[in-house]
T-cell receptor, first 116, second 111 residues
């Protein structure tokens, strides 16, 4: 149980275009979903926290107009990278938590974004 | 912000040895800690967790030790196998439900 999927697994796009990444909890309802970014050989950096039906909470330094997060249901959250630039190339990982408060997060397999 | 640059701390062990991976955490108010394993190109995989009311917890081949006095967490892997080769991250609860990840340690297991 507790499986989280992401789609697509990798995407290559041209500079200036927008890319949408989906995160789904397959066998549980996620109270909260999280989006992380990871650069090569570095740790996961939390970008934002989202709860179903409410606005996402962004971490300091993350542009909310550039990284649009929609959490339309208890099993789906999307991250849209708008007007992507080469510096946005990274590994984007989502996670989901079934319970509120400090608990285990279940991670998706990640999406490799390459912006040309 | 903090950065490890391009070099992760690396622990190299022989197959069958016991491995100990250490982590120093920053927030004395943290009350929940997790160890994750991340293989190349994949998302983190849960290994074991521990809450601050405990100082030791055991799983299958893994043990987590928590020393709140010095804000130190360790992961012990018994009889390390080549399949254990990965990057290991400790994480502590940050805000209400968020996790703050440590820098990571690469474990290399040679046969």
């Amino acid at each position: 149980g507790a499986v989280v999927s992401q789609h697509p697994s990798r995407v290559i796009c041209k500079s200036g275009t927008s890319v949408k990444i989906e995160c789904r909890s397959l066998d549980f309802q996620a109270t909260t979903m999280f989006w992380y970014r990871q650069f090569p050989k570095q740790s996961l950096m939390l970008m934002a926290t989202s709860n179903e039906g409410s606005k996402a909470t962004y971490e300091q330094g993350v542009e909310k107009d550039k990284f649009l997060i929609n959490h339309a249901s208890l099993t789906l959250s999307t991250l849209t990278v708008t007007s992507a630039h080469p510096e946005d190339s990274s590994f984007y990982i989502c996670s989901a938590s079934e319970l509120a408060g400090p608990n285990e997060q279940f991670f998706g397999p990640g999406t490799r974004l390459t912006v040309l | 912000g903090e950065s490890v640059g391009l070099h992760l701390p690396t622990l190299s062990v022989q197959e069958g040895d016991n491995s100990i991976i250490n982590c120093a955490y920053s927030n004395s108010a943290s009350d929940y800690f997790i160890w994750y394993k991340q293989e190349s190109g994949k998302g983190p995989q849960f290994i074991i967790d521990i809450r601050s009311n405990m100082d030791k917890r055991q799983g299958q081949r893994v043990t987590v030790l928590l020393n709140k006095t010095v804000k130190h967490l360790s992961l012990q892997i018994a009889a390390t196998q080549p399949g254990d080769s990965a990057v290991y991250f400790c994480a502590e609860n940050g805000g209400y439900s968020t996790l703050t990840f440590g820098k990571g340690t690469m474990l290399l297991v040679s046969p």
